[in-house]
């Protein structure tokens, strides 16, 4: 009777949390699940077959456990007792080679995911590919666009359809550069060059953010992802070269006081100014014939 | 007035806390102790605590102490997480949370050290310590003042880290502390190097402690007991010690580095003048991968032996069992990398950590089945550690499944560092690692005490951490697919707040979980004469439940000799009375405050080192070299019980 | 007192412990050898393995510590044979030798603090000064255990108790060399050649 009655509980408690999460979920924008960039895209249905393997492997277990639990229940005089029953060859081959299969699908998949979606890869497209490198600052994030001379603090207009390539540096403890409406986010390292290659396939306003702590304005270093037609988006770098505003080396050392601002549009006054930001911090190292040279490849995090 | 400056290192009155949350804990916290000191004077129990607990070389003395720390921190961890999310209930938009980004800050990265280092290991090492050598019918552990001296340099980093609430605050760099966030250049202040100096002080502790059971296991089992015969928890703990042993000096190493940086203005993991931030994230989760295993893996020993001791069955494939242990030891080295995917290591790299993490699966998933039928075809009393085995198997699985979603790179691309992430360990850990110390303490408790626990009230414990745990953490892994990243003290987006708000109600109910626990142990005490257990209330199937409950100093008057895996069911199946005719002396290790004198010196020389008094540390560390050269030269260490006065206290018992 | 197989479970237990120690101290060096061969790069404009290392020097070192742990075992056999008179004087030399070899490694460092070139200067001096400094910080602790170890056998002769914990130190000393002979290949020939 106890025990029916705790069955029933458990039931009843189940179908209160499903229905709370109903509600919760309902009308809510999941920005990871609802991408709007190719490479969220490819990430989410990445994700969803993932699970369903999982699930093969979860549901069972799940089962199996109400299952014995009610009925090998002590008070159950009826079910098999076998105390010392502790071997069974077809069993065990089962379950180590089920999940093997499993994993061994799984690791295919992850070894060619991996590389399809290396943040690195440049997105095939026939348009031309919009250059944007990121600076992560203390608490803000720097947009320079080089092919156009214009960058902007904290709001980062793209065009759709058209590939982003990011080049990311830091000036201030690490931190991670997302968006995750688009896809996949990555780490942005004080005198490193990190890459990232999106591409968003709608028009509209996305959200930007840091993941990794850096310090006290860590939670209000976010940004905004302008998603623009292509005439849009030319009407905007034509806009913003009437800035009155100058991005210098000098106006840089201001810009990367710590504190957090709104958002900012400048003229690209110093194109050579992230790379002397990356500069900054870039180990020397001494060559053969006792000169310096300082170290800048691409790809410098695959050297650990 | 130089020279006394000078004297005091750089104290000064500006690091006393500030805010009203800080303050109120600064007051809070000594009133508490203050409180508990009176309470032993006032009973005139310092005697008492002095001679059976704090100066016991007891394995399972030392283990209740561990578990009592354990318990507390665990009160004050759960303390800061109602803290985050209140602040997170409310701080959305243009309304400020109640406590400030730096106390917030101070709060998430206290919260993670004290739960990784302080409950979960405290518990490990205490119920190892209360029921390993009974398991293994031997005395003690290999090295009983070493044991002493582990717990009392976990003592000193718990004392470190709290009395950073009172004076200098906490660091604010999270529980693992990635440079260059914690360098010199961007954290000049003392909290980080009270995180620094808690952590190395209580992992010198941990390290000494693998030793002591890896020489326990392997040289101190009863004659008779070969390796495939001794209980599946004393094989998890060997897996256990093989990982802290290996993993701890990493630790030991990064730490001191990051001191270094700090203290003597080197340069391993700062930005400028050629340092590497990316080294130290490395090293930090090369220790930190296995960390998470070396507090799992006891707790999956623990379950094994509550499964088939509620089962009255013996566990399933035991052989299975064990090539799953040292799979999963061996793999736990070779998976780190799982924790950056996002530091741009290229594909290949990304690729072979993934699958080596995805590989880990296996002997996990294989043991969760091996537990499953080990109830099939077995009879099921459903004692309160069943609970806490019910609890558990729902719960980590669902944090396996998304850990295997995580260990595909392109998926933790877009999890990474967000709530989701923190939803994943939270699930693993508060279902392994939580529930199984917590089936541990409820299982083994009758051992260490002489009466049972109130078993109702066990049962709502493990209902409400249940309860408590799914609308703790199921918001969060939704709000992290909804882009919401881990740490943030305040948010723009309305959506988020009805899912923080259900994520508080989670956290309430897991304190009404731990509330009840605390409830269960007070009522117990107070109603023990009606609890009383004898040495095998459960109906035991391993050494621990042959001897009285609680446990004689001496453990065993005869060393038992055994024939069999699961020697006591064998021998009450079998019904093998054995019937003690012949009483040898034993000796046992005498008290010693050595281990107390130590765990003080360190950790007054890491506040010297936290607070640059340089004079004050280096007199401790002179002093502790000394005190272990004296103690070197004591002979008498030990004491005899003399055989009549063994068969005596047999016959009392 | 204990019986005889008691005490020799007890030392078997003291030196197998000891032995896992070792293998911890080990993964300790592990750790910083991997530091400086990621850091030696980090040169910070300054100083690099060639402009500081002197081979010849470090090599003088390595004889000096190699010498040491002769008459360490010297020490030892002659302890483990009863003959009093020279376990203490190979003893006393062996701590010479440790001593004069802390003191070589010192006046390196003090010249190159002097030079400009201290561990605040660049991450490779930082990994180069830590990883030498902590062996040297273990040999100091050697030379204290020695020390201590030299007052028991005078004081208390050559006790079985006594044996064991020379046998260890042995192993502890013996471990130290290894550990130099890899910084000495890697750290000196390798980074001051190259």
Redesign the interface.
């Known amino acids: 009777m106890k025990r029916k009655m705790l069955v029933v509980a458990i039931v009843v408690?189940i179908a209160a949390?499903v229905a709370?999460?109903y509600r919760?979920?309902h009308g809510?924008?999941?920005?990871?699940?609802q991408p709007t960039g190719v490479i969220?895209l490819?990430?989410?249905n990445?994700?969803l077959f993932?699970?369903g393997l999982?699930l093969i492997?979860?549901v069972p277990?799940?089962t199996?456990?109400a299952v014995?639990?009610w009925k090998?229940?002590?008070s159950n005089t009826e079910?098999?007792?076998?105390?010392?029953?502790?071997?069974?060859t077809t069993?065990?081959t089962i379950?180590?080679g089920i999940?093997?299969v499993i994993?061994a699908i799984?690791?295919l998949?992850?070894?060619i995911?991996?590389?399809?979606?290396?943040?690195?890869?440049p997105i095939a497209s026939n348009n031309r590919t919009i250059e944007v490198q990121v600076v992560a600052l203390q608490w803000k994030w720097l947009f320079i666009y080089p092919d156009y001379g214009i960058a902007t603090v904290n709001e980062l207009p793209i065009a759709v359809n058209t590939p982003i390539h990011f080049s990311l540096t830091g000036d201030a403890?690490?931190n991670?550069f997302?968006i995750?409406?688009l896809?996949?986010?990555?780490?942005a390292?004080?005198?490193?060059q990190?890459?990232l290659n999106l591409m968003a396939n709608k028009v509209g306003v996305y959200?930007g953010?840091?993941?990794?702590?850096?310090?006290?304005?860590?939670?209000d270093m976010?940004f905004t992802v302008k998603a623009l037609s292509s005439g849009d988006f030319d009407t905007w770098q034509k806009s913003a070269h009437d800035s009155p505003d100058q991005l210098t080396k000098a106006t840089y050392d201001k810009l990367a006081e710590p504190n957090t601002m709104g958002v900012r549009t400048l003229l690209l006054a110093d194109r050579t100014l992230y790379d002397t930001i990356m500069m900054?911090?870039m180990?020397?190292q001494t060559t053969k014939n006792n000169t310096t040279k300082s170290t800048m490849d691409h790809?410098s995090?695959?050297a650990? | 007035m130089e020279l006394f400056a000078n004297l005091l290192g750089r104290m000064s009155l500006e690091y006393f806390p500030k805010e009203p949350a800080t303050i109120g804990a600064a007051i809070g916290m000594p009133l508490a102790v203050f409180g508990v000191v009176g309470l032993l004077t006032y009973f005139k129990k310092w005697r008492w605590l002095w001679d059976n607990y704090l100066t016991s070389l007891d394995a399972k003395k030392i283990g209740v102490m561990y578990i009592a720390v354990g318990l507390i921190m665990l009160i004050r961890g759960l303390a800061d997480t109602l803290m985050l999310r209140l602040q997170t209930a409310v701080a959305v938009g243009d309304q400020a949370g109640p406590f400030s980004?730096?106390t917030f800050?101070q709060v998430f990265t206290a919260h993670g050290t004290i739960m990784i280092f302080f409950v979960a290991m405290g518990l490990m090492f205490g119920l190892i310590n209360v029921a390993l050598p009974l398991m293994l019918g031997t005395r003690d552990v290999?090295?009983p003042l070493?044991n002493s001296i582990s717990f009392w340099l976990f003592a000193a980093g718990m004392i470190l880290i709290n009395f950073s609430l009172i004076y200098g605050g906490f660091s604010?760099?999270?529980w693992l502390g990635?440079?260059?966030?914690t360098e010199l250049q961007?954290n000049p202040g003392p909290g980080v190097d009270y995180w620094i100096w808690s952590l190395q002080i209580a992992g010198v502790g941990s390290?000494l402690s693998?030793?002591?059971f890896?020489?326990t296991i392997?040289?101190?089992r009863a004659p008779g007991m070969t390796f495939m015969k001794m209980p599946i928890f004393a094989w998890s703990v060997l897996v256990t010690t093989v990982l802290i042993?290996?993993?701890?000096?990493?630790l030991?190493?990064?730490l001191?580095?990051l001191s270094?940086?700090r203290t003597?203005?080197?340069?391993?993991f700062?930005?400028?003048?050629?340092?590497?931030?990316?080294?130290y994230i490395?090293?930090i989760w090369a220790w930190g991968h296995p960390e998470v295993y070396i507090l799992v893996l006891p707790a999956f020993g623990i379950f094994s032996e509550i499964v088939a001791t509620f089962?009255?069955?013996?566990?399933?494939?035991?052989k299975?069992m064990v090539i799953a242990l040292c799979a999963i030891m061996v793999l736990s080295f070779i998976v780190w990398q799982h924790h950056?995917f996002?530091?741009?290591?290229?594909?290949?790299?990304?690729?072979f950590f993934?699958?080596m993490t995805?590989?880990i699966?296996?002997p996990t998933?294989?043991k969760?089945?091996n537990w499953?039928?080990?109830?099939?075809?077995?009879?099921?009393?459903?004692a309160s550690p069943m609970w806490w085995f019910?609890t558990f198997?729902?719960t980590f699985?669902?944090g396996g499944?998304t850990g295997?979603?995580m260990?595909?790179?392109?998926?933790d691309?877009?999890?990474?560092?967000?709530l989701f992430l923190v939803a994943h360990f939270h699930n693993v850990i508060i279902g392994g690692v939580v529930f199984g110390y917590l089936a541990g303490v409820a299982y083994w408790f009758p051992k260490m005490f002489g009466f049972t626990l109130i078993e109702r009230l066990g049962k709502l414990s493990a209902a409400l951490w249940q309860?408590g745990f799914?609308?703790a953490f199921?918001?969060l892994y939704?709000l992290?697919?909804?882009?919401a990243?881990?740490?943030?003290?305040?948010?723009?987006?309305p959506?988020w707040t009805?899912?923080f708000i259900?994520s508080g109600i989670g956290v309430v109910i897991i304190c009404g979980g731990v509330f009840v626990l605390v409830l269960q142990i007070a009522l117990s005490i107070w109603k023990r004469k009606s609890l009383k257990a004898g040495g095998d209330p459960w109906n035991g199937r391993t050494l621990e439940w042959s001897v009285p409950s609680p446990a004689p100093s001496y453990n065993f008057a005869v060393i038992p000799h055994v024939s069999e895996r699961d020697e006591w069911w064998h021998r009450k199946q079998h019904k093998l009375a054995h019937a003690i005719d012949h009483y040898q002396d034993i000796?046992l290790p005498k008290n010693s405050s050595i281990g107390l004198i130590i765990g003080g010196l360190a950790g007054i020389a890491g506040f010297g080192i936290i607070w640059h008094i340089w004079w004050l540390s280096a007199i401790a560390v002179v002093a502790i070299?000394s005190t272990v050269?004296i103690r070197?030269?004591v002979?008498e260490t030990?004491f005899t019980i003399t055989a009549a006065e063994l068969k005596n206290a047999e016959a009392k018992l | 007192m204990?019986t005889l197989h008691?005490t020799q479970?007890a030392n078997?237990?003291?030196e197998?412990?000891f032995w896992?120690?070792l293998?911890?101290?080990l993964?300790?060096f592990?750790?910083?050898f991997?530091?400086f061969m990621?850091?030696r790069?980090?040169?910070?404009g300054g100083s690099s393995g060639v402009d500081i290392f002197n081979p010849q020097y470090a090599l003088l070192e390595t004889f000096v510590l190699l010498a040491s742990s002769l008459s360490c075992g010297i020490a030892l056999i002659s302890a483990r044979f009863g003959k009093l008179k020279p376990a203490v004087i190979y003893l006393v030399i062996t701590m010479l030798l440790g001593a004069s070899f802390l003191f070589l490694e010192i006046r390196e460092f003090a010249l190159l603090v002097l030079e400009g070139n201290s561990?605040?200067?660049?991450?490779?001096?930082?990994?180069f000064?830590?990883l030498v400094a902590t062996h040297g910080l273990h040999i100091l602790?050697g030379l204290?255990w020695a020390g201590?170890l030299l007052y028991?056998i005078t004081k208390k002769g050559l006790q079985p108790?006594v044996l064991h914990?020379f046998g260890l130190f042995a192993l502890f000393w013996h471990f130290l060399d290894i550990v130099w002979i890899f910084i000495f290949s890697v750290v000196y020939l390798i980074g001051g050649l190259s």
């Open positions: 408690v949390l709370l999460g919760l979920v809510v924008t999941f920005d990871v699940l969220g490819k990430e989410r990445l994700l993932t699970l999982s492997v979860v277990v799940f199996m456990l014995f639990a090998y229940h002590e079910a098999t007792y076998k105390p010392n029953w502790t071997k069974n069993l065990e379950w180590w999940p093997i994993i799984l690791s998949v992850t070894f995911t991996s590389h399809t979606l290396d943040p690195y890869k403890p690490m991670g997302w995750p409406s896809g996949t986010q990555i780490y390292m004080n005198g490193m990190s890459e959200k953010h840091a993941t990794n702590i850096n310090g006290k304005g860590y939670a976010n900054k911090y180990t020397k790809h995090m695959d650990m | 980004t730096d800050q290999a090295f070493l604010n760099g999270g990635y440079p260059p966030l961007y390290l693998g030793i002591n890896f020489v392997i040289k101190n042993m290996l993993a701890f000096p990493i030991t190493a990064t001191a580095m270094l940086d003597l203005g080197m340069h391993f700062t930005s400028l003048a050629g340092g590497n931030p990316m080294m490395n090293l089962s009255r069955k013996a566990l399933f494939g035991y299975s950056f996002t530091m741009g290591a290229g594909a290949n790299v990304n690729a993934g699958i995805m590989i699966a296996i998933g294989v969760i089945f499953l039928f080990t109830m099939y075809r077995g009879k099921i009393l459903f019910m198997v729902v699985t669902l499944v295997v979603l260990a595909v790179p392109a998926i691309y877009q999890v990474h560092n967000t309860l799914i609308l199921m918001p939704a992290g697919l909804m882009g990243v881990r740490r943030l003290d305040h948010y723009t987006d959506a009805p899912f259900v000796m070299i050269i070197s030269n002979e030990e | 204990s008691e479970l078997q237990k003291t197998l412990g896992l120690y293998m911890t101290d993964m300790l592990a750790s910083l991997a530091a990621v850091l790069v980090g040169t910070n561990a605040a200067s660049s991450a490779f001096l930082s990994a000064f830590t602790i204290v201590a028991s108790r914990k």
